[in-house]
């Protein structure tokens, strides 16, 4: 009979692993899986131990119940280095846990990211007497909704605890880790003020971070919903994402779609081992995610702006006072917002004062739930098959919603004074000078119809600041909104620089690309502009 699959942390079919099923201390049966990863064996329904063994994987022993009607899902993980922190942001003085993955010893320490990557201290070496012990287990079936919860199985010594206090300085902290393999792997945390310090606040999208995580098997991208009934064995041809037409993963209603744990390593956010802030993003995902943002924090620091940093949760529990700052800056591609962030920073601008730059694209784009302290949900339903960003109202064709955030909370614009969409997706280009006479210009030299933002560290998508993704002006921009400059990219696609006031002082400056924090550091007009946006913000009002 079928009495399961295995897969690994992708959920990737593996075959020939080996199963030994007992019961009562007997052994029933010996068994591999198939390519497909089924494991079939010739037993009756019932409780077993079984016992699963590859060479490359950590073996592993579960009880189980053999069911016909539901063949269980055994998950097996690589033997690579891997870590994270638990929780992944805290305040100043605040513990998090160190929870790492690696079949061999391993030293680690703590280094603060910014102009200069600074080495804090060492956190020592961890091992144990017995055999493979640092290695951790990942449990069964879908762990994208619950979390991977390392460091709970075998590791209960009072006298061997793995907790780390949030230094003094906020900012983006990075672990390393390295092991007698010679393996390295970097992983983030983000270490808030225990009270706010300096003027300007700066937001790290863990949102995003999480909702791009596909470790398990499962993002907001591949297997949006859920995991399949069987495991991976082709991602291009057994994955919706590659099967379906236009954004087929997000048809589905929005309450359809599972939630995703923060409580999972993030691959994608790890940095080379000697990387420096003027290194190019490598990678497909580094040029959108963590690695990208050390390079505005990178500037920042060159520049000598002073600044705390937050995770987005904190912005949505209030950890995050806006009335402390003068300046929130949010940047590379803060895509996934809970409606109390969204609410809270609107209320801060149009009520408050308060002064928004929006240094990046596709941002708040899709609107999340925070379902608990480890755990949120994408209301990620995209109705449309030709490639759109927007989408007409199903209970109204004749409204149109600018995004999957507008379907379901408001148009991004409202508040960005931009809103991404398709045109211009995937490409770079120089921006062009609109509007030489604001401000924003001030000391740069540049004309009406001079380019600018030639340069950047994007690998992904090179040739200029406006790109990747990019964001323009819609109906939805507040009334005054001032378009400064645009991106050259193809079928007019590119990035609108705006700027706009609001009545009770506040103002908003949005750049509307991805790009632009990796261009920050290497392309002396876009680190001018946003140096002028910085100082005119601070002044007092």
């Not at 079936?141 to 460091?151: A, P």
Request: charged share 20%; hydrophobic share 35%; net charge negative.
């Amino acid at each position: 009979m079928l009495c399961g699959y295995v897969s690994d942390e992708r959920y990737m079919a593996l075959c020939d692993v080996a199963v030994e099923f007992t019961t009562n201390g007997q052994t029933v049966a010996v068994v591999r899986s198939t390519p497909g990863g089924a494991v079939y064996a010739d037993i009756a329904p019932g409780a077993y131990q079984a016992t699963l063994y590859k060479a490359g994987y950590g073996a592993k022993r579960v009880n189980i119940t053999v069911s016909a009607e539901h063949p269980y899902h055994f998950r097996l993980l690589s033997d690579r280095l891997l870590g994270y922190m638990w929780p992944k942001w805290v305040r100043s003085g605040e513990r998090s846990e160190f929870r790492v993955h690696s079949t061999t010893p391993y030293r680690l320490s703590l280094w603060r990211y910014g102009w200069e990557n600074v080495f804090i201290r060492s956190l020592g070496w961890f091992d144990e007497h017995g055999p493979r012990a640092v290695m951790q287990v990942t449990p069964d079936g879908d762990y994208t909704q619950t979390g991977v919860r390392w460091n709970s199985q075998g590791y209960g010594s009072l006298h061997h605890t793995q907790f780390v206090a949030g230094p003094d300085r906020s900012g983006l902290y990075y672990l390393h880790a390295e092991n007698e393999a010679g393996e390295f792997f970097a992983f983030p945390w983000v270490v808030a003020p225990a009270q706010p310090t300096h003027p300007i606040a700066v937001l790290a999208s863990t949102n995003t971070w999480n909702a791009y995580n596909n470790f398990g098997g499962r993002s907001n991208y591949i297997n949006a919903t859920g995991l399949p009934p069987t495991p991976t064995v082709n991602a291009r041809l057994d994955l919706p994402r590659y099967a379906g037409s236009g954004f087929s993963e997000w048809h589905a209603p929005n309450d359809a779609y599972a939630p995703l744990s923060f409580d999972r390593p993030e691959v994608d956010n790890t940095i080379p081992r000697h990387a420096h802030v003027l290194n190019p993003a490598p990678g497909r995902l580094a040029s959108s995610l963590a690695p990208a943002e050390w390079r505005l924090l990178g500037w920042l620091e060159r520049e000598g702006f002073a600044y705390d940093l937050y995770a987005d949760a904190q912005l949505h529990d209030g950890t995050l006072d806006l009335n402390a700052y003068a300046i929130l800056i949010i940047s590379v591609h803060p895509e996934y917002w809970s409606r109390t962030m969204f609410e809270r920073v609107k209320e801060w601008v149009d009520r408050r004062g308060g002064k928004l730059m929006y240094l990046g694209g596709n941002g708040l784009n899709c609107e999340v739930e925070f379902l608990n302290n480890t755990t949120m949900r994408c209301k990620t339903q995209l109705l449309s098959s030709d490639g759109s960003l927007g989408m007409r109202d199903p209970q109204n064709p004749d409204a149109w919603f600018e995004s999957r955030f507008h379907a379901t909370v408001a148009s991004e614009a409202s508040l960005l004074g931009v809103v991404t969409t398709e045109t211009g997706i995937m490409t770079a280009a120089p921006y062009r000078v609109i509007h030489a006479d604001h401000w924003v210009f001030e000391g740069t030299g540049l004309q009406n119809g001079d380019c600018f933002g030639t340069e950047s560290l994007h690998e992904r998508c090179p040739g200029g600041a406006s790109g990747h993704e990019t964001d323009k002006m819609s109906p939805s921009s507040p009334e005054g909104t001032v378009l400064l400059a645009k991106g050259l990219n193809p079928d007019n696609g590119g990035a609108e620089m705006v700027h706009y006031t609001t009545r009770s002082g506040g103002a908003v400056f949005s750049v509307g690309s991805i790009i632009w924090p990796l261009a920050l550091p290497v392309d002396q007009h876009v680190s001018k502009i946003t140096s002028n946006v910085i100082h005119r913000f601070l002044r007092p009002q």
